[in-house]
């Protein structure tokens, strides 16, 4: 299984809304990412964990909370959201952070802000 | 802070004919690159890397290519097919644990 899933594909939500992001893999990574990509701009890092912790905080704001239940879980809860954060959320993940550099990446969730 | 870049925004080609995306980085302090290939409405996919220790590796159709003394790297497909029309980015890995930065990508059309 190579496979990097995200749920839900799709989201739109208001901006006094909570939801949250869901991502799995299970090939043993140790290291899991989100990423957010507005059109036509290339992936911007969010978040790193490496073993199940926070090594990585892009100065993002607290408005998303990322959090890692297990090694192969990664969630991103989201509220408050603003127009602005409307993008594709993607999240990857790697063997570890230190030493693997292929990051393998999910197909994404596509958030709309309303 | 740009670490690489890729110049071009897009790219056509015909099938069957060899597609060059070329990328540029500002920093010699790397150690490693990537190229990734992503489609509408899914992540990119990694496709190939290279260490700095390589001058070129190759991976099937597609073969990289690097030049330390220009700070350049490029991408070879070939023989290019239409499934290969995505935007393809170059990364670098940074020195900070897990950070990858990506070019701000290139998109190939190939047509028949």
């Known amino acids: 299984d190579t496979e990097v899933t995200q749920t839900p594909k799709h989201l739109v939500m208001g901006m006094t809304n909570k939801k949250s992001l869901k991502c799995e893999q299970h090939?043993?990574?140790?290291?899991m990412y989100w990423y957010k990509q507005k059109a036509k701009k290339p992936p911007e890092l969010m978040f790193v964990?490496?073993?199940?912790?926070?090594?990585i905080n892009e100065s993002v704001p607290s408005r998303f909370s990322p959090e890692c239940p297990n090694s192969s879980l990664l969630n991103l809860h989201l509220h408050a959201l603003q127009p602005e954060d409307s993008a594709l959320y993607l999240c990857?993940?790697?063997?570890?952070?230190?030493?693997?550099?292929?990051?393998?990446f999910g197909p994404g969730t596509r958030l709309t802000v309303t | 802070d740009q670490q690489v870049k890729q110049n071009s925004p897009s790219l056509s080609v015909q099938e069957g004919r060899i597609s060059i995306l070329n990328c540029d980085y500002t920093?010699?302090?790397?150690?490693?690159f990537l190229w990734y290939k992503k489609y509408p409405a899914e992540g990119p996919t990694f496709l190939i890397s290279?260490?700095?220790?390589?001058d070129k590796n190759e991976d099937g159709r597609f073969t990289v290519f690097l030049n330390k003394s220009a700070k350049h790297l490029s991408l070879h497909i070939v023989p290019s097919q239409p499934g290969d029309s995505a935007v393809y980015f170059c990364?670098?890995?940074?020195?900070?644990?897990?950070?990858?930065?990506f070019g701000r990508g290139t998109q190939l059309t190939v047509w028949p």
């Open positions: 990857a993940s790697s063997q570890d952070a230190k030493d693997a550099y292929e990051q393998y």
């Open positions: 090939m043993g990574h140790r290291a």
């Open positions: 964990y490496s073993y199940e912790k926070l090594s």
């Open positions: 920093n010699s302090m790397f150690d490693y």
């Open positions: 290279i260490s700095s220790i390589k």
């Open positions: 990364a670098r890995r940074g020195s900070t644990l897990g950070r990858l930065y």
